[in-house]
């Protein structure tokens, strides 16, 4: 009889839903997983800074079919712009947000209105950039933005 109360006393009985008996055992301690529970360390500290818009042009208001677009990548100097050394140290000083560009005063356009719309879309280290503007003409737009949309 002693020999059954050592066995009752390290397993726990349990009765079934049928109606038996079934032996239940205490699962062991968890422990960490090395492999799953390390947190992840980079191989290369600097992180890699992604800087790329695609820009769009057209002729008229909003809503218009764009004519043209590029891709104006600052990061990896791929892409379709053809003035990304000009365009991408004007984004770098506005944080690549176009709309905080300011015109440049030395340029006078004509009372003339022929709407163009730009816009702007894509990663700016880290942010996601949407930009959009109608301009009044060609000459206002070279004014306020310079390269950015000069293709």
Known sequence: MRPLLAVLAFTAIAISPAGTAVAATVPPPWE???NVDVPVTRIHPMKARTRSLVVTVAK???G???????LLSCSSGRGTHPAPTKACPMLEKVGGDPA???PDPAVA???LFEPITV????IWDD?????ERTYGNACQLRAMTGAIFAF
């Open 100 to 102: 905080k560009l300011t």
């Open 60 to 62: 008229g208001d909003a």
């Open 64 to 70: 218009t079919q764009p004519q043209r677009f590029a």
């Open 32 to 34: 960490p997983d090395v």
């Open 109 to 111: 356009c004509p009372m």
């Open 127 to 131: 942010a996601y950039i949407r930009f």
């Open 119 to 122: 816009s702007a879309s894509g």
